[in-house]
C-alpha cells in the first residue's frame, strides 16, 4: 500500500475492519525442486514477516486474504485456503520498540489503546505457486519482498514461525486428498518432473516406480504419444492432466498412498 | 449456566470477551453403527443449534471451545480440535425476534449497538465420543440437549448446518490420517466391530476383507488369543488397539489407503 494508505489505515482504520482478527498468508513457490515461502522485510528494521492484513467489515474471509496479499505483494489471481486460525493470547503483542517504530513509517501516532494493539486472533491462508512465473513487490510497510527456502526461514514476528510451520503441514497433507500441479508444471511434462514436485513439496524420497504406478492408476494424468528428449539416450515419455478428471479430484477429492 | 451467569453475560460480557469472535462445537457421538450430533434448543423456542460461545480475554481457543462445551451441555474431558473458521459478513444476523427473545429469557436487555450483535467469526471445533456413555444437560439458554442422527438433522440457526457438515468433512478426512477408535470401541473388539465404526464414519461400504488387511497391516490393532461367542458357530478373534503405536500415529500422522 501507498504510505498515504498505510497512514490513514493505522489512523482511520478502527472504523473499517474488524478488531481483535487478522489474516496470515503463507505464499508457497515451487520451482525445479525447491520450495520457497514468500516473506516480508520490515522497513528499517531486521524484522520478516509473513504477508498479514485486517478484515473490512463487509467483506468475506477469502475476500480479505486475496486483498491482503496483493495489497502486500502485489500477487494476483492466487487461490489461497483456509487452514488453520491462531490464537494464543500473547500471539501478536508488540513492543514499544514495535509500536514506535510502525508509527514512524506511517508517520501516524499510536496510543497504547490503539485497536492494532489489542489482543488478535489470526486467520492462516496458504496457496503454492510456480515463482518463476510471479514478480512480488514489497509494500510501503517493508523493504524487501523475498522467496525464502523453506529450510531456511530465519525468526519471524509474533507466532509467525508457528503459522509457517503449520502451513507446510496443511500442505503436506492436502496433496494426499487433492490433485496438485496444474499451475506448477508445463503443460507436457514427465514422469520424472511430476515425481520431483510430489518429494519436494513432502520433503521426502518416494520411489520412483511406485510413485508412478499411484499416479497413473488416479487416472489425474494421460500418457502422450510423444516424447521429451533430454540427452543422447534419455527420451522420456510425456505426460498432461486430465483437466476433467483432475477437477473432479479437486471438488470430491480422493485417496493418494504412496 | 445459571441464568444469573447468562443475564450477567449479556450486560458486562462486553469487557470480558473478545468481540467479532465466537466459536461452535460440533460434537458427534458413535455408538453401535450409528453416528450422531449434539444439538442445543432454544429456551421457549423452535430453534436449533450447535453449541457455541465466546472467548475471555486472557483464554486460548482450546481453552474456549473446552470450557464452552462444557458450561452448555455439562460435558468435560472431551479433546476437540479445531477444524475450520467462518466468516460470511451476514452468517450471524440476529432478527429483531430472536434478540427481544434472548432479551427476554436472560432478562436483559440489548441496545442495537449490543456488542453480540456485531459481525461475528466463528471458529469450528469438532470432537468424537461415545454416546452411550455421557449425559450431556442442556444450559439456561436451552430446553434441550439431544444427540441427532446425522441425516436427521434440522434446520439449524446461523450458519450451523454449514458448519457441522464441514466438521463431518474434516472427521472423515481424518480417519485417513489418524487412528480413531480408542475411545469409541470396548477395550476388545472384533474385526466387524472396528468395521463396523469406519463405514459408519465414513458413509459408505467398506470390503470387509481389504479392509481388515489394511487396518492390521497398519499395526495399530493386535490380534489377542481370545475369541468373543457372538452365536452357535461365530466366534471371531478379539484384538485390541497397540497404545504404544496408536500414540505414535496419533502425533505423527499416517496414511490409511482402503
Known amino acids: 500500500m501507498p504510505q498515504h494508505n498505510a497512514t490513514e489505515f493505522i489512523k482511520k482504520g478502527e472504523k473499517e475492519y474488524l478488531h481483535h482478527l487478522s489474516i496470515d498468508c503463507v505464499l508457497f513457490g515451487y520451482h525445479d525442486r525447491h520450495l520457497k515461502v514468500l516473506l516480508l522485510k520490515w522497513k528499517d528494521a531486521e524484522?520478516?514477516?509473513?504477508?498479514?492484513?485486517?478484515?473490512?467489515?463487509?467483506?468475506?474471509?477469502?475476500?480479505?486474504?486475496?486483498?491482503?496479499?496483493?495489497?502486500?505483494?502485489?500477487?494476483?489471481?492466487?487461490?489461497l485456503q483456509q487452514f488453520q486460525t491462531f490464537g494464543e493470547p500473547g500471539r501478536s503483542y508488540r513492543s514499544k520498540e514495535d509500536v514506535a517504530h510502525l508509527s514512524t513509517i506511517t508517520n501516524a501516532a499510536m496510543g497504547p489503546d490503539h485497536w492494532l494493539l489489542k489482543r488478535t486472533v489470526s486467520i492462516g491462508y496458504y496457496a503454492?505457486?510456480?515463482?518463476?512465473?510471479?514478480?512480488?513487490?514489497?509494500?510501503?510497510?517493508?523493504?524487501?519482498?523475498?522467496?525464502?527456502?523453506i529450510d531456511a526461514v530465519p525468526r519471524l514476528i509474533f507466532d509467525h514461525n508457528l503459522i509457517f510451520s503449520e502451513a507446510l503441514k496443511a500442505l503436506r497433507m492436502q496433496i494426499y486428498h487433492q490433485p496438485i500441479g496444474y499451475n506448477l508444471l508445463p503443460e507436457k511434462f514427465t514422469l520424472p518432473e511430476i515425481h520431483d514436485l510430489?518429494?519436494?513439496?513432502?520433503?521426502?524420497?518416494?520411489?520412483?516406480?511406485?510413485?508412478?504406478?499411484?499416479?497413473?492408476?488416479?487416472?489425474?494424468?494421460?500418457?502422450?504419444?510423444?516424447?521429451?528428449?533430454?540427452?543422447?539416450?534419455?527420451?522420456?515419455?510425456?505426460?498432461?492432466?486430465?483437466?476433467?478428471?483432475?477437477?473432479?479430484?479437486?471438488?470430491?477429492g480422493m485417496i493418494l498412498a504412496f
Chains 1, 2 share one sequence.
Do not use: M
Open 198 to 252: 510430489y518429494e519436494t513439496i513432502l520433503g521426502k524420497a518416494l520411489d520412483r516406480r511406485n510413485f508412478a504406478k499411484k499416479i497413473v492408476s488416479l487416472g489425474l494424468i494421460k500418457k502422450l504419444n510423444e516424447r521429451k528428449s533430454i540427452g543422447a539416450h534419455r527420451s522420456p515419455f510425456l505426460y498432461k492432466f486430465d483437466k476433467r478428471r483432475y477437477d473432479k479430484a479437486l471438488r470430491e
Open 47 to 79: 524484522k520478516w514477516s509473513l504477508p498479514g492484513g485486517f478484515i473490512r467489515l463487509d467483506e468475506n474471509l477469502e475476500q480479505a486474504a486475496t486483498r491482503i496479499l496483493n495489497e502486500r505483494t502485489g500477487l494476483d489471481e492466487i487461490f
Open 128 to 149: 503454492v505457486t510456480e515463482y518463476s512465473k510471479v514478480n512480488p513487490q514489497p509494500d510501503h510497510l517493508s523493504d524487501e519482498c523475498t522467496w525464502c527456502e
